[in-house]
């Protein structure tokens, strides 16, 4: 074997492996895995469960015993007083140390509140990150059936182009064996119609290369990918009124606002302690060393009960719990606004799904009809027994019926996953 043929067979290899790697094909799920996995906003709702989870330990860490150390060195310019006479009150040098043990006994209940509310919020997030993902999937999904009907519209568009094409032979062929003035302006129109056919799958290749690339924007997969079909979606069973129940149990957001009620309790638990008698167990040691030394030059241990009780604050506690009652109810006011709100997304959802359905079989019995058309006026036209206008408007009719009928396939696809979506099951059974 020769070192040409070697590089050439070399080439070919390098092709074939370019090729494969530029066909490359992805699923909806490797979307969703992509999506999941790099996706800021997941990240950012991460980051938010995570910084719940610090607030759980630092909640606690105000149940535990706090021991604070405390030292000091102060250099007098003299001593006091000058002559010492047996008895020094202020020396040249003094070194202080002190360990001070204290644990809260009683703080008005707002310590074991801020550690229940810490954990609420703690559950939130965590639902707040399941409702993230779900966003995140339905926008994946809707830019990936996108890119479906993107290249289905560029198949249909060849397709509508290859028929003009062919229609413009006929008339050619006609033209040049009679050149009457209605062949010539059959001619002329055929040559209309294959540059309109021309610019319509010029704009639908236009359409693909933007799906692409705004499902590359969420995904971070390559700009030129391909995707595959993925099986058909089956619609919720039930009834309007079961959905909605079913989107109250489950709706991710849903459950955070009644979680944000609880917490909102808490807070008014917490502000109101603040002002209550505070209750503390406090030890310690104290140590001083002076030179020269002094009469309270010691090692003392000491124990007791702190007791912290406000007496007069300018009305401060009022307006703290005054506050933090407002911000309760606005919490409440919030999730029952937020609970006709899904109830009003499950019936945009399911009336849109219904509509995208009757349509889809709409489009279905029009493609089927049209295409029957189109087939038998083309027979006919290339018999010469009608007039290339009705090979026009038979054409253009299944045309738009094949461009209604991929776009009712791909949106009734999506409306089934906008359907889940807001009933909160989108992504939960995977």
């Known amino acids: 074997m020769t070192i040409r043929t070697i590089l050439v067979i070399a080439g070919l290899a390098l092709r074939v492996a370019t090729a494969s790697a530029e066909e490359r094909v992805y699923t909806l799920q490797e979307a969703y ?51 010492g006479n047996g008895f020094i009150f202020q020396p040249l040098d003094q070194t202080n140390a002190s360990l001070v043990l204290m644990q809260p006994l009683y703080t008005g209940g707002r310590t074991l509140a801020a550690l229940r509310a810490a954990r609420t919020m703690r559950e939130s997030s965590r639902n707040d990150l399941s409702a993230a993902r779900q966003g995140v999937m339905l926008g994946v999904a809707e830019t990936y ?61 236009d359409g693909l290369k933007i799906a692409r690339q705004k499902l590359s924007l969420l995904t971070k997969l390559p700009e030129d990918l391909a995707v595959s079909e993925p099986a058909s979606l089956a619609a919720p069973p039930g009834t309007l009124e079961s959905m909605r129940e079913t989107a109250l149990k489950n709706r991710d957001d849903y459950a955070s606002s009644q979680l944000n009620r609880q917490v909102a309790a808490e807070f ?76 009003s997304d499950v019936h945009e959802a399911y009336i849109n799904y219904q509509t995208i359905g009757f349509v889809l079989e709409t489009a279905r019995l029009q493609f089927e009809d049209a295409k029957k058309n189109f087939d038998t006026v083309e ?42 979506k807001s009933m909160g099951l989108l992504g939960k059974k995977l």
Not at 403 to 420: F, G, H, P, Y
């Open 145 to 205: 059936y996108a890119v479906l009907k993107a290249q289905k519209l560029v198949e249909v568009s060849k397709g509508s182009l290859e028929r003009m094409e062919r229609h413009k032979k006929v008339t050619e062929r006609e033209a040049a064996t009679r050149r009457s003035k209605t062949n010539i302006s059959a001619l002329l129109r055929a040559n209309t119609l294959v540059n309109q056919a021309s610019i319509a799958l010029v704009r639908a290749q």
């Open 379 to 420: 027979g006919l036209f290339s018999e010469g027994l009608v007039p290339s206008l009705s090979l026009i408007d038979a054409e253009q009719a299944l045309s738009f019926a094949e461009k209604e009928l991929v776009s009712a396939t791909w949106d009734n696809q999506v409306a089934i996953l906008r359907l889940e």
């Open 33 to 83: 895995e992509a999506a999941l996995t790099k996706g800021e906003a997941i990240k950012i709702s991460e980051e938010n469960a995570v910084q719940a989870e610090s607030r759980v330990d630092q909640a606690w860490t105000y149940l535990y015993p706090r021991l604070t150390a405390n030292g000091a060195y102060t250099r007098y310019n003299e001593v006091l007083p000058p002559g």
């Open 268 to 343: 008014v638990t917490i502000t109101a302690g603040a002002h209550h008698p505070q209750v503390y167990a406090e030890g310690g040691m104290r140590y001083q060393d002076s030179s020269p030394a002094t009469a309270l030059d010691a090692t003392t241990y000491y124990g007791g009960v702190r007791l912290q009780i406000p007496i007069f604050e300018g009305g401060l506690m009022k307006a703290e719990v005054a506050e933090a009652r407002s911000r309760q109810r606005q919490a409440e006011l919030s999730s029952d606004l937020l609970e006709r709100q899904v109830e």
